[in-house]
T-cell receptor
Framework: GENVEQHPSTLSVQEGDSAVIKCTYSDSASNYFPWYKQELGKRPQLIIDIRSNVGEKKDQRIAVTLNKTAKHFSLHITETQPEDSAVYFCAASISAGGGNKLTFGTGTQLKVEL | GAVVSQHPSRVICKSGTSVKIECRSLDFQATTMFWYRQFPKKSLMLMATSNEGSKATYEQGVEKDKFLINHASLTLSTLTVTSAHPEDSSFYIC??????????FGDGTRLSIL
């Protein structure tokens, strides 16, 4: 089955700096890669996703890059703000819908310091 | 965006009690719902995949007689933790998907067994 590894487990940055979180996956059949943000005690929220037919996707301060050959994808947050502090999870799946299950990474605790 | 409602948000009960958790998709038809368990500071662990009108598929190591899942309609799935014990205390989260919708998560249920 799919295995997703995520690094780093914790990340501290100064407000305004960039943050990068990296994930690797094992199953070459995976084609859908979402990123979720989870604040303490709350639901994971989808913040951005990418499908395997593109290499990069951007939404304001958030971007995701995908390298299918190397089987890794990354989340980039620019101009970080205190409200970006949360746990971020990457995931991989065969497709977005169709009842395909997600395999999650182990999470990254991001702390944005003033 | 898609809305998934999970109820109750918190349950505290005595050992031996059975607890039912509901997961509803409010604005789309959820052909598939997923049930996760999350330990503190850990990733989401998939327990089972529930397709509307059929039996749930449980992940390895998850006791199906312990965690009963019903998905009788396109908008509702329930998880019943039978004869709960302190080791069942955890944060349980559902997600729902339908068509090409990515997984959208409920708010989670914090279960505490005394």
């Amino acid at each position: 089955g799919e295995n997703v590894e995520q690094h780093p487990s914790t990340l501290s940055v100064q407000e305004g700096d960039s943050a990068v979180i990296k994930c690797t996956y094992s199953d070459s059949a995976s084609n859908y890669f979402p990123w979720y943000k989870q604040e303490l005690g709350k639901r994971p929220q989808l913040i951005i996703d990418i499908r395997s037919n593109v290499g990069e996707k951007k939404d304001q301060r958030i971007a995701v890059t995908l390298n299918k050959t190397a089987k890794h994808f990354s989340l980039h947050i620019t101009e970080t703000q205190p409200e970006d502090s949360a746990v971020y999870f990457c995931a991989a799946s065969i497709s977005a819908g169709g009842g395909n299950k997600l395999t999650f990474g182990t999470g990254t605790q991001l702390k944005v310091e003033l | 965006g898609a809305v998934v409602s999970q109820h109750p948000s918190r349950v505290i009960c005595k050992s031996g009690t059975s607890v039912k958790i509901e997961c509803r998709s409010l604005d789309f038809q959820a052909t598939t719902m997923f049930w996760y368990r999350q330990f503190p500071k850990k990733s989401l662990m998939l327990m089972a995949t529930s397709n509307e009108g059929s039996k749930a598929t449980y992940e390895q190591g998850v006791e199906k007689d312990k965690f009963l899942i019903n998905h009788a309609s396109l908008t509702l799935s329930t998880l019943t933790v039978t004869s709960a014990h302190p080791e069942d205390s955890s944060f349980y989260i559902c997600s729902a998907t339908g068509g090409n919708q990515p997984q959208h998560f409920g708010d989670g249920t914090r279960l505490s067994i005394l």
